[in-house]
Nanobody
């Protein structure tokens, strides 16, 4: 059974950092593109970052470039999202997702989803 479990969310002040983790089970995550999405109240789900399966190429939304870093640890079957210089507009529920095709930041292209972890950036 494919399962993705996010962790690492919380409350942080503007300018602070968090590291989110996405632990995969039921499949070998290095064969899948893994992405992070976020959804703020009243807004559509937004692609934040993804990492490809074959060559670990990384992709970022313009809003997070230079501040967020996605990485994977194949031995732990885990993908991370390091978030630095956080802003209030980064607030939302962060989801990780997986699919066996090419990297993408389009939500409907993903087959498997975690339950999400809340990130709140506020003073």
């Amino acid at each position: 059974q494919v399962q993705l479990v996010e962790s690492g969310g919380g409350l942080v002040q503007p300018g602070g950092s968090l590291r989110l983790s996405c632990a995969a089970s039921g499949f070998t995550s290095d064969y899948y593109a893994i992405a992070w999405f976020r959804q703020a109240p009243g807004k559509e789900r937004e692609g934040v970052s993804c990492i490809s399966s074959s060559d670990d190429m990384t992709y970022y939304a313009d809003s997070v470039k230079g501040r967020f870093t996605i990485s994977r640890d194949n031995a732990k079957n885990t993908v991370y999202l390091q978030m630095n210089s956080l802003k209030p507009e980064d607030t939302g529920v962060y989801f990780c997702a997986a699919q066996g095709r090419g990297p993408s930041l389009v939500a409907y292209e993903y087959d498997y989803w975690g339950q999400g972890t809340q990130v709140t950036v506020s003073s």
